[in-house]
């Protein structure tokens, strides 16, 4: 069993940056795909990064290529996600997720049902 705790949601301007933590439990949590999701008010839940555990790859939706990092701390059992130059749009509540199988296409990547276990979520807010 795993257990997620994202943190670092705030408040940010658009242009300023914000990290997010998701902070795990489960030794063996490094051989776990990773993801991170967001769903804005009133929209369904939608991919927006994603890291493997085996080749450390990492991929993004469109809309936050160039903008958002990925990236793991196993020693910390946390992952994280890097957001640069926020924008209003990507105001949402972002959930970070794990998968227990290696999720081998991207396709499967970008799914949410894809994933296992899920954290409780944490607000970005970015002003205009």
């Known amino acids: 069993q795993v257990q997620l705790v994202e943190s670092g949601g705030g408040l940010v301007q658009a242009g300023g940056s914000l990290r997010l933590s998701c902070a795990a439990s489960?030794?063996?949590?490094?051989?776990?795909?990773v993801g991170w999701f967001r769903q804005a008010p009133g929209k369904d839940r939608e991919f927006v990064a994603a890291?493997?555990?085996?080749?450390?790859?990492?991929y993004y939706a469109d809309s936050v290529k160039g903008r958002f990092a990925i990236f793991r701390d196993n020693a910390k059992i946390t992952v994280y996600l890097q957001m640069d130059s926020l924008k209003p749009e990507d105001t949402a509540v972002y959930y970070c997720?794990?998968?227990?199988?290696?999720?081998?296409?991207?396709?499967?990547?970008?799914?949410?049902?894809?994933?296992?276990?899920w954290g409780q979520g944490t607000q970005v807010t970015v002003s205009s």
């Open positions: 489960g030794r063996t949590f490094s051989r776990y795909d």
């Open positions: 997720a794990a998968a227990a199988a290696e999720l081998l296409r991207l396709e499967i990547r970008t799914r949410g049902r894809s994933y296992d276990y």
């Open positions: 890291l493997s555990w085996r080749s450390g790859s990492s």
